[in-house]
């Protein structure tokens, strides 16, 4: 298809339509009509080729594929989208009909086959118009600049400020939910948001190069799931799993890099990725039938989120709840400060671990901000050792 949408002066407009005009002569002599559309959403004209009259035949296998595609389709196309569905399962059977060797012996219909549309988003026109205009976004190359997120399910927020002006790469559908995930235009970071959280605006096109799509998916093959990872690293993550929630393991796909093996009563699953939220989250789903055996990492975190839950679990009921995120992305201080970090980090030490990155940036940059001598960061650093 063709796009005419504000073209740059009336020349270029006219010779567009001439060139248009020479596309549907050549399309006339292949049996073909060239078709125009407008869309007042986007101002913009579209023209499509269309042939005459389609020579394939359909089976009942071809209907047996539609109706277990629409089954497995998320609620927000198969609600809004009903009326078009209905139509192509017409043309489709139809077809069916027309050919010769077709009987029409399936038992399948939309009401004999349905989807639980567990862990979806819930249906709402916003979250139609939203993934509408992604769909064009994406599509046409064009930037945005994110300005506001409802809520941040991904972990982006520590990652980058808002406004962030970014190059919407690729749409992708996990548990339930849409994400754009996109490239910053500064540097090339890779950003993953959730669609229906987002408020941007339009920008200029972009070009989706090879180079470009090939960092996207180096980034999320090296993610377990979504979620922005908690650094740029890579872990060898070795579980143990109970026999019977070993095999329904093993038998799903969770990550490219999976690999399972029984091993006596147990059952042995490695991945090779970074760590975030999901697979803290993910773990979590097999209460006592799973085992960390590495990296550290992974098991510190997984241990320190059951501490949190005990704690919580035995509060009062009146207690509010704090939200909390222990597997947000981890930014490097930029400047002075990150040598007086990284100098505490290395000296304080309280019962054989560190104090956190966090105090140490706070008092950095407290040393940076107010210009102290480095005599006074030398006296800040043994204050501290006898108080810690």
């Known amino acids: ?50 042939s005459a009259g389609l020579q394939t035949s359909l089976s009942e296998d071809d209907l047996d594929t539609y109706f277990i595609s629409r089954a497995v389709l998320p609620a927000v196309f198969t609600k809004e989208r009903a009326t078009s569905l209905d139509r192509l399962q017409e043309a489709i059977r139809q077809r069916v009909i027309a050919s010769k060797a077709a009987r029409l012996k399936t038992g399948l219909t939309s009401d004999t086959m349905t989807n639980t549309h567990f862990y979806e988003n819930k ?102 799931g979504i979620t922005q990872n908690i650094d740029d690293e890579t872990y060898n993550t070795e579980l143990r799993f109970s026999l019977v929630t070993g095999r329904f393991v093993s038998e799903q796909f969770w990550h490219h890099s999976q690999h399972a093996q ?74 002075p400060e990150s040598i007086y970090c990284t100098y505490f980090q290395a000296v304080f030490k309280i019962n054989s671990r560190l104090i956190s990155r966090g105090s140490c940036i706070f008092l950095a940059k407290s040393i940076v901000i107010r210009r102290l001598p480095f005599i006074t960061f030398i006296s800040a650093t043994s204050i501290l050792s006898q108080n810690f």
């Open 262 to 335: 029984q091993i006596g009563t147990d059952w042995r699953v490695t991945f090779h990725c970074g760590i975030n939220r999901e697979l803290v989250g993910w773990l979590f789903q097999w209460m006592s039938n799973v085992k960390i055996i590495g990296p550290p990492k992974l098991k510190e975190l997984y241990d320190e989120q059951l501490v949190r839950m005990l704690t919580i679990s035995n509060q009062s009921a009146d207690n509010p709840l704090e939200y909390t995120n222990a597997f947000a992305p981890k930014i490097k201080p930029v400047g």
């Open 123 to 224: 249906v709402t026109n916003e979250l139609d118009g939203k993934l509408k205009d992604m769909l064009w976004v994406v599509g046409q190359q064009i930037t945005i600049t994110i300005t506001h997120l409802s809520d941040d399910a991904t972990s982006v927020l520590f990652l980058t400020k808002l406004p962030v002006q970014v190059q919407p790469v690729k749409i992708v559908f996990h548990r339930g939910c849409f994400y754009v995930v996109t490239v910053r235009s500064t540097d090339q970071r890779v950003l993953s948001f959730q669609i229906d959280q987002l408020t941007y605006q339009t920008g200029r096109t972009f070009r989706r190069t090879n180079k470009l799509m090939k960092i996207v998916e180096a980034n999320l093959n090296n993610r377990f």
């Open 1 to 50: 298809s063709v796009i005419v949408q504000k073209p740059p002066s009336q020349a270029a407009l006219r010779q567009i339509y001439r060139d248009l005009k020479d596309v549907a002569e050549l399309a006339e002599t292949h049996g073909e009509t060239l078709l125009q559309e407008s869309d007042g959403r986007y101002n913009r004209k579209i023209y499509k080729i269309q």
